[in-house]
RNA sequence: GUGACCGUAGCUCAGGUGGUCAGAGCGCCGGGCUGUGGCCCCGGAGAUCGUGGGUUCGAGUCCCACCGGUCACCCCA
């Protein structure tokens, strides 16, 4: 038997239901905050990833789906979201637009990990993104975006951590110094921190690791570095967040696993996700716009982990709706009835099912019943005989016989009810 | 990439120390009610016991490998 791959996962059609209000739920919210959504390939040239993303950052290096075309180019099916949005963005010169600029999609992502509780190798995320706008408010906003989405789904006790990274101006001597401490005690970090304090020595301090922890309690801290303005935009940030009565905790060891953030960072942490408890998380990346060969453009972005986010809400069962009515006929001449029958009233709005299996009487009652049908409406060769049919209320089993022709003004009747 | 645990019908699971052990419940199809559902009763279909080797007279039960699942590490949504 052929199985789906690793990591990549089927919904079936009640778990279908539940992502779809999921995503119902968060396409309110964002429109209430003026968003509108953008559609994007999910492949993408492989150059895009490595250079937004980071050369040497874990996803680049070892999680992508990378692979040949037939033409040789190297393409990648997209990690994040975040690098297609900004190649839209430029590509289509979307910053002529009216400021700040506020786009959303949502959508399969792809990391070759190892499949683990809230991890799968194709993930959904709602990733949010706002160009344009370079104030701490609107940091804050996204904040309150994010949490009020991943509420709308029915997620509680959530936690909000936020960081500064600074920008390049302050993080170049900090990350100096902080390589610098980390060589000095090198002896005593573990083999993970040694290479990262070469390669990306920020990525250090959020090691899991006693040993090293114990040594960075002495580490210098970012905090102590950034500048006037990189602090004063996180003292805006924390002020904004107050003033909405967003409670968060400052974490200064939170570090992201993407190269291009600046000052703000912030993760949305939920209880019952197990080891992977991030459901969202986002931050500025005021530098990456002009990376990738666009203007000098401040923005700021998070992305909701859809399946973590299912995992935290109340997961809402929604059945396939119920029909209005199901035509139980009998016989060939019947069935052709019910197929034309069928048509018009679904055409006036009606959902309604029919069989052409040729089954029982009991069979297609017992069909009727299980979808939950309000109405069966019988067409037996007695029936058709005498230009009636059976109309049956499946909930009380009282039926009547009805000519044809008074079909018509009961459905009629019957449409208003339902639509009114 | 590393580790631990797990892998019997569509689903949830039974199957001491290897020898009618291939089962149950639910679901599905049908019958009892020859044209009337939901309850009840009866019957049926459906499993090469994850795959491939090995040990043995004989393996779902023991051994090995592989595949897959789950959780954790790394990292991340």
Known sequence: MI????????????????????????????????????????????ELFARSIGESTDIV??????????????????????????????????YNRPKPLKLFTIGPMFRHERPQKGRLRQFHQIDVEVFGAASAG????????ALGILRAGG?????????????????????????????????RLCEDCRRRAERNPLRALDCKRE????????????????CEDCRRHYQHFKTYLQEGGILFIENPRLVRGLDYYTRTIFEIKAPGLGAQDTVAAGGRY?????ALGGPETPAVGF????????????????????????????GEEARRWAFRLAALLRDRGLKVESDYEGRSLKALLRQADRLSARWALILGEQELQEQRALLRDLASGTQLSLPFRDLEDLLNR??????F
């Open 3 to 46: 199985k789906a791959v690793r990591g990549f996962k089927d919904l079936l059609p009640e778990e279908a239901g539940v992502f779809r209000w999921l995503e119902e739920q968060a396409r309110e919210i964002l429109r209430r905050y003026g968003f509108s959504e953008i559609r994007l390939p999910i492949l993408e040239r492989t």
């Open 138 to 145: 609107m940091d804050a906003e996204l904040v309150a975006l």
């Open 414 to 419: 019957v449409l208003i009810e339902i639509l």
């Open 211 to 226: 040993g090293c922890q114990r040594e960075y309690q002495e580490a210098p801290m970012l905090s102590a570095f950034l």
């Open 286 to 290: 005021d530098g990456l716009v002009s």
């Open 61 to 94: 290096e070892k999680e992508m789906y990378t692979f040949q075309d037939r033409s040789g180019d190297s393409l990648t099916l997209r990690p994040e979201a975040t690098a297609g949005v900004v190649r839209a963005f430029i590509e289509h010169g979307l």
């Open 155 to 187: 997620a509680r006790d959530l936690r909000l951590e936020i960081n500064s990274l600074g920008c390049p101006g302050c993080r170049g001597p900090y990350r100096e110094a902080l390589r610098e401490f980390l060589f000095s005690r090198r002896e």
């Open 303 to 330: 992305a909701i982990g859809m399946e973590r986010w299912w995992l935290v809400s109340r997961g809402s069962q929604r059945e396939v709706a119920a029909p209005d009515l199901f035509i139980a006929p009998l």
